[in-house]
């Protein structure tokens, strides 16, 4: 069956980094285009990022572009998160996923992994 495994996540001080991991496996990973998303407490889950499957295209939220860089390596069916310069604000939990155009042939509908917490604060 399919599955996302995000990791990476923990407390860190603001202006600092982060790699977040999403492990993918029961589809063709490399088919589909994929995204990140998060959720922070009491607000409703934002998308945050997206990259085409081949890795060439990217596109991000504006309250995170300039700051995060998504990636993918598709030998290892994982796609990647990478924060820089992090705020409060950025603090939630963060998922990846396909996008919804995708989701559906991806066998992903109603489908989300357990998510990782990310903490900025001092």
């Known amino acids: 069956q399919v599955q996302l495994v995000e990791s990476g996540g923990e407390l860190v001080q603001p202006g600092g980094s982060l790699r977040l991991s999403c492990a993918a496996s029961g589809f063709t990973f490399s088919a589909y285009a994929m995204a990140w998303y998060r959720q922070a407490p009491g607000k409703e889950r934002e998308w945050v990022a997206t990259?085409?499957?081949?890795?060439?295209?990217?596109n991000y939220a504006d309250s995170v572009k300039g700051r995060f860089t998504i990636s993918r390596d598709n030998a290892k069916n994982t796609v990647y998160l990478q924060m820089n310069s992090l705020k409060p604000e950025d603090t939630a939990v963060y998922y990846c996923?396909?996008?919804?155009?995708?989701?559906?042939?991806?066998?992903?509908?109603?489908?989300w992994g357990q998510g990782t917490q990310v903490t900025v604060s001092s």
């Open positions: 996923n396909a996008p919804p155009s995708a989701r559906k042939r991806a066998g992903l509908t109603d489908y």
């Open positions: 990259i085409t499957n081949a890795g060439g295209g990217t």
